[in-house]
Each structure stands twice: as C-alpha cells, then as structure tokens.
C-alpha cells in the first residue's frame, strides 16, 4: 500500500489547534505546525492566484480595479475571464472602505507577521543537500523567487484570500509597510540586506532587493561621513614627522608627504594598494572609497541598453570615471595621472621601456619606471581631461551617482501603480517554485513516481521561460494538481498509471502521461466535491486554505462559507446564492 507523503488534514488540525492555544489573532508558522512532513501550498491558492492574473489581463493598474470592482458586474465579465475567474468575481461581498481593510486586526496581525524581523512566518525546512540545491534552482529557471523570500510569502498570504478586491487591497497595505520600513530605515525581512539585484529572479524580488540594498548604503554613508567629519576636525595643522597617527578613536590618520615635504591628510583612503608607490613622491598608494555603482533590475538594464544604442551616450560610465579620479586624488595627495591608471587600469601602464620612444610626445608620459599605453596618449583623450578638472573629494562628499531615495520611491510609486496581472503572475510563478522545490525532495528519490513528476517539472519550466506563460497559468494548475495528488494520493496515482498510455492525441500530437492523470483527478476530484458538498455546511473539518480558516465565522475578510464546485456543463446558467457564497457556474 503506497503511503501519502504528507496528511494534509494533519497538517490543517495541527495549524488549527496551535491558533488555539495562542489566540486567534496570531499566526503561527508552518514550522512549529508539522515536525516531519513539509507540506506544498494548497492548489487552491494557486487557482486564487491564477484567477487574479486572468482577471487583471483587462486593466493597467490596481487602481483601475478598485475603482471599477464597486461598480463592474459579475455577469457581464464572466464571457470574457476563465471558469477561476468568473467564480472569483461573481462571488457577493459586502462593501467595505481600502481604509476598514487596511486597519482590520485581522490584517494587520497578518501584516506583522509578514513583516517579522525574524522571519519566521510561513517558513519550511528545505533540505540543503545536494539533491535539494539542485531542486531550488527551479524558482531562478522559471524568474520566480527564492523559496524562503518575502515574495514566495506574500503569494501565500495573498492567494488564500478568497476575492480579487482584498487581495488587491492587502497588496495595497503591504506597499504602505514597505514605504514605512523605508522611512525608518529599516530592512525588509526574508530579503537579502546588501545583494545587488538577481537577474534571474522575477521582478519584484529585484525591487525588494534595490530597497534593502539601498537601506545599506544609505547606513553606510552615515557612518563615513561622519567618520570622516571627525578626522578633519580631529587632524593637526602641525601634523608631526610621521606619516601616521594613531590617537584616533575613528582609526589611524594618514598622511602623505608631497615633494615639498609637506605632509597632507589622506581622506577617504581604503588600504594600500599592495607595494606600489607614487611616481614622483614615493609614498604609498592606498585604494580609495570609491561611490557604489547603480543599482539596476532587469527592465532598467534593457532601458539603459537601448539608451546607450538609441543615442550613443556614455555619460554614466563618463561620471563614474570622474568621480573614481576625485576620490583617488584625496586619497592620495600628490599623485599624478599614471598613478591613477596604474591603479584603475593596469593594462594601460606598462613598466618596460617601449621599443619606439620617438612615438611619445611629450615627457610626462614616459618615465624611469615605465609608460602609459598609447590609447591614454591619442589628444583628446578624456582620462587626461577629467583629470585635469577633478577636484581632490573624498567619495562621501560627493554628488551622489546612484540616488537611493530617488530609486525607492520610483519603485514604491511603481508597486502602486503596478499592473494587476503582472503582479499577481509573478507571486503565482513564485509560490509555483516553491510547491516543487518541496516537492521534489519527496518525489525525486521515488521509484514509482520520480519519471512523471521530472515530466511535470519539465512542462513547467518550458511554460514559464516561454513568452505566453500568462495565457497558461490554468494548465500550469493542472499540472499542479497532478504533482499535490502524487503527494496526498499516491495509491490513485499508481493506479491510473497502471493504465494503458495513449502516446498520441488524434491530431497526431504526442500526448503527455500527466496531462491524462490531469484530467482524471481533475474529474475525480469533482465528483469527491459533489459527493462532499451535502455535508460541508454541518463539517466541521477544517478549510484547504491555510488563512482562511483563521477567520471563518469571526471576521468579513474572508468568505465564511468554502466555494461550491463547478459544474462541467457550460449550458448552465450562472445562479446567484447568498451573498456570502460562491456563484455556481
């Protein structure tokens, strides 16, 4: 007898009495609700989710769809959306205010937990081995995000709500934390704090990456300046003989001596630049401070690439230059342009006399200890020019060259105005990578199941990398429910595997074993729902989604009553319940 590798009962109970035992209002994490048994997100915040992409394929913005969802009807849209979306949007809700929402308890423990320092919500232990970092590339071949990412989170969190307008409104209250996260300078949970942006990830994760990214380097330069601000405060007019002080509580002074004897204070200096020493002083060169580059996600890379080819323009590099030149200067007084490229650009310098020196006009371009290449010595070049004109400025007295306050409010700006179906395919794909990296660590290593869970894993990966992935978010569930049903039903799996395989559709296209086991469960499933309806409203079993289930019969922000099945029969037309009920379509 084929075991199921989790009971997702056992794990909706345990969920169900450790909100007990703490209170309603808080939400523990998957982890302390099963020790053993790791469960994927239910297929039926997948659906939820792959509703709001159909759905948000009509409009622009999320403001489109609050402005229109009070006034829009169910039944005049349903002919344009899928079956998921049509059972979304006619499902009766009471009005309520953005504002009743954002400030329901409900939400906002949801919010807090969300937004956990310690990031323990909704966090499952994901082997590390070698097998489960080979499964975790997935979210990176389908540009989703990693498994234990805010992103991957708030698809859960979001999905499990049961109508388009509170899960765009919950997204709305999630912009709102992350514009005060940001004003207080405070990181986002379960980001990476100061990794420049994963291009192989979707775009969302980037854009939490440039906010903490920018929150660390926004600390950082508090620090420098003042730093900086206390050694020159702090630095003698009369510094003595030697070239280093060490009565500094922000660290050893340096000084460099000119070949006046002169000594200056070194500002902005980093450490030495191995044994090398400056032409016409000798003193050490020290690596400067330098400003950090900018930070750019996928869409703003291919903007600046079409800039640069549409117009020829290289005024970002241009700029970057002269700032590493002023920042070099005033970490090294007294050095002079060959001092600069043999730090910047050592292929340009070379310590060998060179076999033609008639070639070089001018002195300063050769000198005892080697000479600078001959694009450096072609007029007009702009390295000599930029240095002629830069000023000696540290790097944290600088004009800033990647304004972080600027980037994060375009992007803040951006997830308000974001599009609906962009949005929530992006959490769909992530949630997505997150079912089958679980999943494969308990399929991948079975005899009976590995072949069709690598087809399944397949099929997605090819979906997603392809440019029509948002037209297929229902058959990436279909393909879903196959893998949840290896998990929860092995023995049906077996058996209708067991049945005779057809390798070709009539049109002669080949045809897929589980897309078969698709459409079997799919039926099954169906009839178990049929069967299962009678007796759901006296069941005190509790609902396949994991938020819901907080709040049933205790607050509006979910549906109090769990949808009804859909009947395969597209003759029939749509009756209204209750106001509290799924429409039967």
């Known amino acids: 007898m084929a075991v199921p590798f989790y009971d997702e009962n056992l794990y909706l109970l345990n969920m169900k009495n450790d909100i007990e035992a703490k209170g309603a209002e808080m939400i523990p994490s998957v982890e302390s609700f099963v020790a053993d048994n790791i469960v994927i997100p239910p297929l039926s915040v997948m659906r939820q989710l792959a509703t709001a992409v159909e759905a948000g394929k ?17 039944v005049r849209e349903r002919a344009s959306l899928s079956l998921y979306a049509v059972r979304s949007l006619v499902l009766r809700e009471k009005d309520e205010r953005p504002s009743d929402f954002g400030n329901n308890e409900k939400v906002l ?54 109508t388009l307008k509170k899960m765009t409104l919950f997204w709305c209250r999630v912009v709102e934390e992350l514009r005060r996260l940001w004003s207080e300078e405070e990181h986002v949970p379960s980001i990476p704090i100061d990794e420049i942006p994963d291009l192989n990830s979707c775009l969302l994760y980037q854009r ?50 000119l ?24 003193e050490p060169v020290y690596c400067p401070v330098t400003q950090e580059g900018p930070l750019l996600t996928e869409d703003l890379i291919k903007e600046t690439e079409e800039f640069v080819l549409r117009t020829g323009s290289v005024g970002a590099g241009c700029s970057q230059l002269l700032s590493d030149m002023q920042a070099f200067k005033a970490a090294n007084p007294g050095c002079i342009l060959e001092d600069f490229v043999r730090w910047h650009s050592p292929p340009d310098w070379s310590e060998t006399e060179p076999e033609d020196r008639d070639s070089f006009d001018g002195s300063d371009a050769l000198s005892t200890r080697g000479y600078l290449s001959s694009r450096m010595q072609k007029e007009g ?53 997150l079912g089958f990296v ?88 169906r009839q178990l729902k049929k069967s299962a309806s009678k007796d759901q409203k006296n069941s005190t079993s509790p609902s396949s989604q994991p938020f819901s289930s907080f709040f049933d019969n ?28 799924w429409t039967v379509v």
């Open 208 to 257: 939490l990456q440039v906010i903490n990214c920018c929150i660390s380097r926004k600390r950082r330069r508090a620090i420098a300046t003042e730093t900086l601000d206390f050694v020159i405060t702090e630095a003698s007019p009369k510094a003595e003989e030697s070239a280093i002080s060490n009565d500094n509580p922000a660290g050893p002074m340096l000084y460099a001596r």
């Open 259 to 282: 070949s006046t004897g002169e000594l200056v204070l070194r500002l902005g200096a980093d450490r030495p630049f191995g044994n090398v020493t400056m032409l016409e002083t000798g």
């Open 381 to 433: 070049n702009l390295w000599r020019e930029f240095w002629d004109t830069s000023k000696p400025v540290p790097a944290v007295k600088q004009v800033p060259l990647f304004d972080e306050d600027l980037a994060v409010e375009g992007i803040l700006d951006g997830f308000d105005d974001i599009s609906p179906s962009e949005l929530f395919e992006q959490l769909f794909v992530s949630l997505l990578g």
């Open 438 to 525: 679980i999943a494969e660590a308990k399929l991948s290593s079975s005899s009976d199941f590995s072949k069709l869970f690598y087809e399944c894993k397949e099929y997605v990966v090819s979906t997603c990398q392809s440019s029509t992935r948002t037209e297929k978010v229902d058959e990436l569930c279909q393909v879903y429910e196959t893998v949840e049903t290896m998990l929860q039903n092995p023995e049906e799996v077996l058996k209708m595997m067991k049945q005779p395989e057809e390798s070709t559709t009539p049109s002669g296209e080949p045809k897929r074993r589980f897309k078969r086991l698709i459409l079997n469960f799919g039926g099954k499933d």
């Open 109 to 162: 423990s949801l919010i807090r937990s969300l937004f956990d320092a310690e990031g323990n919500f909704l966090r499952r232990k994901i082997d590390s081995g070698s097998e489960a970092i080979t499964a975790a590339s997935l979210p990176r071949d389908i540009h989703g995000a990693p498994p234990e990412s805010l992103v991957v989170k708030l698809a859960e969190v979001v999905g499990s709500f049961r």
């Open 554 to 581: 205790k607050s509006s922000l979910f549906s109090k009553k769990p949808p009804k099945p859909e009947n395969t029969s597209p003759a029939e037309k749509p009756s209204i319940t209750d106001e509290n009920d």
């Open 58 to 74: 009509k409009l622009k913005s999320l403001k489109d769809f609050l402005a229109t969802s009070g006034s829009s009807s169910p």
